[in-house]
Each structure stands twice: as C-alpha cells, then as structure tokens.
C-alpha cells in the first residue's frame, strides 16, 4: 500500500496557520506528500522546505485572482495537489488540521483494512472544532461533525469548492464518496487563532467568495455550543497553542441570528430522536 497525502497553502505564516505542525502530523504514516505552494507574501514557501523530508514534495502555482465565484479557486488548487498524488489513497490534510500521534497506527491500519475493498472510495474522521483558545470545542448540528479526509486515488473525483469530493461516474452528475469511518478524530484549529489573524485571511480569501470581508468578532457566538475539551493535544501542536485557561466566554448580551436559532432547534430534535442533523458530504456503507 502506498498513500500520498497533499494540501495547498498560501500565506499561512501571516495568516497565522499551524500549517507545519499540519504536515508533521501525519508525515510518519504517509510514503509522499504533495503540498501546492501559492504566491505569498511571507515565508511560507521557506518554512515548508526547512522540513526537509524527502517525502515532501512541493509544488509551486499562482492563484487566479479573476475566479470569484464560490470559492472555486480553492478547489482548483487543492486539484493541483492532488492531481499530483501517486499513492492508492490520497489523505487530503488543510493547513490548521492536526492529527494526534495516539491515532496515527488507527489510521493506516484503516486504509490497509479497506484497500481491496473497491466500493469504499473514501474514509471519514470526526472533528474537534476548536474556537476562541485551545479549551474550548463547538458542539453542533451548524458545524460539521464529520467529513471525509482520505480518498481512493482511482476514484473519479473533484473538490468543487476545496470542502469535499464529488465523485462522478458519469460526465454530467456528481455524488458523495462512499465512505467507512476510521474512528479518529482530526483537530481543526482554524478558529482558534487570533482575531486579527482571522479578520486578515478574511481581507485576503473573501473575494474568492465574490463578496466583501466579513468583521469577525468571537464574541458574536452561541455560549451553549461551546464545551469543554476533555481530550489531550496533539504533542506537535503544543508550543503553538493559545495559553489561555477557560472555556472561552463570548459576549453574553448577543442576540442570536436566525440561523443559530435554527441550529439550537436542531439540536433539540437530535436530542429528542436521537439523529444526527449536520452535514455530511458522503454515505456511510
């Protein structure tokens, strides 16, 4: 078996993404790892070579400023990277992703388990959202809970936004993977940044969105949502990690939006049926 992992960066240094602690998490279980460099502004290219594996293997693209709709120039370049991917699966990886050294041999054990079995085409991870400091998870129907990470590099399949795969069986229709679960979870510390790094990526990305740059605010954010991780860090994201203490405490005179509303409405029924409403961009088999 060989698996290739891939991501695309750009900017992450100003950005403020834990993108080399992103790649060391899963480099001991991968045999290549294609990372699609954008144009920045920073040093991010520097960083990622001073990694020196020879598993790494780095490829240099310039972004189309022109395409801004939808966010599709990120599936464009996720496709780079994964165009480019050599391996029988190819376990896709975003640049505030980690995974924990405890799961590594659950995770390579499951691709083993599942590489002959031609009608699992991909392989999905819960998540642990971080927001606001490193003790602080979101629980709800409103944030993914689960998504496909690796996918069977003989599948037919495209990232239409960067968010997930379609796969296509015919030129004209697109569906999710069919998926097993790995029973792993992936940290994503996308939210655990600072503000001001997360109100900088929004200047820089939302117009490849078609739209303005949002103000971000944490403390705009449904306190009933957040939780308290129980869980143990990744040991390589340790030093990066925000050093406060607390579930982080948003703003407690916030009027909810509608949409939140709605999420707390979903997460009524779930309690009282005892489902799952979030997202899903695959079918479990």
């Given amino acids: 078996m060989k698996v290739s992992a891939f991501t695309f960066i750009r900017n992450g240094q100003i950005l403020g993404y834990p993108f080399l602690q992103s790649i060391q998490s899963i480099l001991p279980i991968v045999d290549e790892f294609v990372i699609n460099v954008g144009d920045s502004e920073d040093d991010t290219l520097i960083l990622i070579r001073s990694i020196n594996d020879k598993k790494i293997r780095v490829i240099e693209s310039k972004w189309n400023d022109t395409m801004q709709s939808r966010g599709y120039v990120y599936g464009q370049q996720k496709m780079i990277a994964q165009f480019n991917c050599t391996g029988d699966w190819a376990f896709y990886i975003e640049g505030d992703e980690v995974y924990h050294e405890d799961d590594l041999e659950k995770i390579r054990k499951s691709m083993e388990m599942h590489l002959n079995d031609k009608k699992v085409e991909a392989l999905v991870f819960d998540f642990n959202h971080f927001y606001g400091n490193a003790n602080s998870v979101l629980k709800s129907p409103g944030w993914y809970r689960s998504e496909a990470r690796i996918i069977r590099n003989s599948v037919r399949s495209y990232a239409p936004d960067g968010l997930f795969w379609l796969v296509l069986k015919s030129n004209k229709k697109g569906r999710y993977p069919k998926a097993?679960?790995?029973?792993?979870?992936?940290?994503?510390?996308?939210?655990?940044?600072?503000?001001?790094?997360?109100?900088?990526?929004?200047?820089?990305?939302?117009?490849?969105?078609?739209?303005?740059?949002?103000?971000?605010?944490?403390?705009?954010?449904?306190?009933?949502?957040?939780?308290?991780?129980?869980?143990?860090?990744?040991?390589?994201?340790?030093?990066?990690?925000?050093?406060?203490?607390?579930?982080?405490?948003?703003?407690?005179?916030?009027?909810?939006?509608?949409?939140?509303?709605?999420?707390?409405?979903?997460?009524?029924?779930?309690?009282?049926?005892?489902?799952?409403?979030?997202?899903?961009?695959?079918?479990?088999?």
């Fill in 180 to 285: 097993k679960h790995t029973g792993v979870c992936c940290y994503h510390y996308g939210w655990a940044r600072s503000e001001e790094q997360m109100n900088l990526k929004s200047s820089k990305v939302q117009k490849y969105w078609g739209g303005e740059p949002a103000k971000i605010d944490y403390t705009q954010m449904d306190q009933s949502i957040l939780h308290e991780f129980q869980g143990t860090h990744p040991k390589v994201i340790a030093e990066w990690l925000p050093k406060d203490l607390g579930i982080y405490q948003t703003n407690p005179e916030y009027i909810l939006t509608r949409k939140q509303k709605n999420h707390q409405l979903k997460m009524r029924l779930e309690r009282f049926f005892n489902i799952d409403l979030s997202k899903k961009h695959f079918k479990l088999i």
